[in-house]
């Protein structure tokens, strides 16, 4: 299986900040990454497929990119509804693999 | 637009077996390309991929859940259904069903329905 390192595991920031998250896999996955956002007893939310491609009705402060091992998710501007989880999420091979993901807290 | 249903009972006893239902609304089971696929999420932990089935009945399964899993599809209903056997208390989740199409890496997740496993 394809191991999904992301990190950090949670970071507290303040509305305005800028704030990166990163996921790293196992082997080389091409660009067949995703990132969800989910809030407290919600579905994942899609922000970012094909590792850079921003879903649509998806903030422009949220973008993505990387390619091969290694992936990056960058919020600019915190706003107070981005306080959630966030997960990576490879498709290259089965089985597919998920990233623990990252707490977002408000500082 | 694409939209993904789960159905299915909410609560199971210990060893039964689980038979869940995913109903697809805007894309077919028919169409080369289209893959349908199961991932569950324990509370407060992060998703897990279990099952996925392709147009042209390709099957791929967790390799850790593998021998409990089945998944099929009827394209006449365009359903997906996934069962699995032996239900655990460990096995409480909130299942999804993901679809993908031909041509895009998008993902399209149902909203979910959480099994809870108790005698």
């Known amino acids: 299986d394809i191991q999904m390192t992301q990190s950090p595991s949670s970071v507290s920031a303040s509305v305005g900040d800028r704030v990166t998250i990163t996921c790293r896999a196992s082997q080389t996955i091409s660009n067949y990454l995703h990132w969800y956002q989910q809030r407290p007893g919600k579905a994942p939310k899609l922000l970012i497929y094909?590792?850079?491609t921003l879903e649509s009705g998806v903030p422009s402060r949220f973008s993505g990119s990387g390619s091969g091992t290694d992936f990056t998710l960058i919020i600019n501007s915190l706003q107070p509804e981005d306080f959630a989880t966030y997960f990576c999420?490879?498709?290259?091979?089965?089985?597919?693999?998920f990233g623990q993901g990252t707490r977002l807290e408000i500082k | 637009q694409i939209t993904l249903k789960e159905s299915g009972p909410t609560l199971v006893e210990p060893t039964q077996t689980l038979t869940l239902t995913c109903t697809l609304s805007?894309?077919?089971?028919?169409?080369?390309?289209?893959?349908v696929g199961w991932i569950r999420q324990p509370p407060g932990k992060a998703p897990e991929w279990l099952a996925l089935?392709?147009?042209?009945?390709?099957?791929r399964y967790s390799p850790s859940l593998k021998t409990r899993l089945t998944i099929t599809k009827d394209t006449s209903k365009n359903q997906v259904v996934l069962r699995m056997t032996n239900m655990d208390p460990a096995d409480t989740a909130t299942y999804y069903c993901?679809?993908?199409?031909?041509?895009?890496?998008?993902?399209?997740w149902g909203q979910g329905t959480l099994v809870t496993v108790s005698s």
């Open positions: 089935i392709y147009w042209d009945d390709d099957k």
């Open positions: 805007g894309f077919s089971l028919r169409t080369s390309g289209v893959g």
């Open positions: 999420h490879q498709s290259f091979t089965a089985p597919n693999t």
């Open positions: 993901e679809g993908t199409v031909a041509g895009s890496q998008k993902r399209y």
């Open positions: 094909g590792a850079s």
